[in-house]
Each structure stands twice: as C-alpha cells, then as structure tokens.
C-alpha cells in the first residue's frame, strides 16, 4: 500500500527548529513519512491565519492523501484582531477540507500555557481555550484526532518564543502522532525508535542561558505590545 502524508498550516508546521542533541530539525509530519518511508507533501507559511490557511495553502493540496497533518489557530490567537466566530468557520472549514483529502486527520492542540507570557492580556491568552474547544468540537465530528503537548516545558522542546518547538518537540509531536495512528490502525513506525540524535542529552549551561534571555525578551516584547495597545 502506498501511503502518503500531507502537512498544511502555520510556522507549527514548518520544522524550522533550533537543534537540540543532534536531533535534525524536521516538520511533525516530516518525521512521520521519513521514519516509515511514505511520501510527503507539504503546504505551510510562517504567519497564516486559519482564513488564509483554508483560501490560500489548503486549496494547493489535491486529493488522496493517507495521512493528513495540520496546525491553525495560533496566529488567529495572537492577532491584532479577534473574532471568535470568524476564526470557528475557519477551522471547520479546515478540518472538512483535510477530512475529504485524507483519509487520518491529526491537528496539534495548541498549549495552553500558549500566550501566558508576563505583559500578555487575560484576554488575549483566554483565547487559546476557545480555540482548543472549537478543535476538540472537529475532531469529535470529522472523526479525527488531536496531539497533545500541555506538558512541554523548557529549552529542550520550546523555543524562547514559547510558542515555536525544538527540533526534538517536532519530533516528540511526531511520535505521539504515530502512536494515534498505530491506534487507528495504520501500521505506523514511531519516528523516536530511529534514534537520530540524543533526545535527551543535557542542555548545556550556554543554550539554558539563551532560553532564559530569550524568554524574557519575549516577555518585554508582549508588554509593548500592551502599552501600544496592539493587542
């Protein structure tokens, strides 16, 4: 059986990642085609929003895929805009679009620490929440699932940003995926047992450094942006 991956969406979805143990840097559904040999395509640019990612980069896709991956929503949370009800249709509109090209529809649920940042409304961040219903909504009713990752914490799988992943998150994402998959039932190798790198190597004093300089960075960044009142 020829199986084949699809990935759309956000900068979630681009494995732009700093690199932690040797582990290459590799979109979530990267890792999944890579490790069992299936083809991949994907269709995903830093910055969209759910409306740009169903008009713009879902139509691009075509049809017939096995396996379908994607992450919207962030970038809808963190606009200068939000409208709750604009943002719903979207994603199902998502959802649906993926749900008639592939036959395993697997979104990542974004964290809820997403956007908790020092400087960053209640507001802002509360949307995160809705955001992460509206996708457990789709997936109940499109039949597909969600991956988890409310327990990343720290340099090794979160940029500074606390919002981008680490080489070895996307790969953490991608093994979690491939145990849904497995449990689906599609014979899937779990991108992990390869052992590219050291997942779990130390992080050394100079990249612990970086993070907590970055984080705080960010942080100063978000308050401006309150004062600015950009949110």
Request: proline share 4%; charged share 20%.
């Amino acid at each position: 059986m020829t199986v084949s991956v699809l990935q759309v969406g956000d900068s979630l979805s681009n494995g732009d990642s700093i690199v932690i143990g040797h582990v290459p840097s590799m979109p979530w559904g990267g890792w999944l085609a890579f490790a069992n040999g299936w083809s991949f395509t994907r269709h995903s640019i830093t910055g969209r929003t759910s409306g740009q990612i169903l008009s713009e980069l879902l139509p691009k896709a075509g049809y017939g895929y096995t396996v379908g991956c994607f992450t919207a929503g962030a970038n809808d949370v963190a606009g200068r805009t939000w409208d709750a009800a604009e943002t719903e249709t979207n994603l199902r509109g998502i959802w649906k679009g993926m749900s008639e090209r592939c036959e395993h529809v697997l979104a990542l649920r974004l964290p809820d620490s997403y956007f908790r940042l020092p400087g960053v409304p209640a507001s802002v961040s509360g949307r995160t929440a809705e955001v992460n219903r509206m996708m457990e909504d789709f997936a109940t009713e499109f039949g597909g699932s969600l991956v988890s990752i409310n327990d990343f914490r720290g340099a090794r799988y979160i940029r500074p940003d606390q919002v981008h992943f680490t080489s070895v998150g996307d790969l953490a994402i991608a093994s979690r995926a491939a145990k849904i998959l497995t449990e689906r039932g599609l014979e899937t190798t779990d991108p992990a047992t390869l052992r590219l790198g050291d997942p779990a190597s130390r992080i050394d004093p100079a990249r612990q450094l970086a993070y907590a300089s970055g984080r705080a960075r960010q942080s100063a960044k978000q308050t401006a942006k309150r004062l600015l009142k950009r949110f």
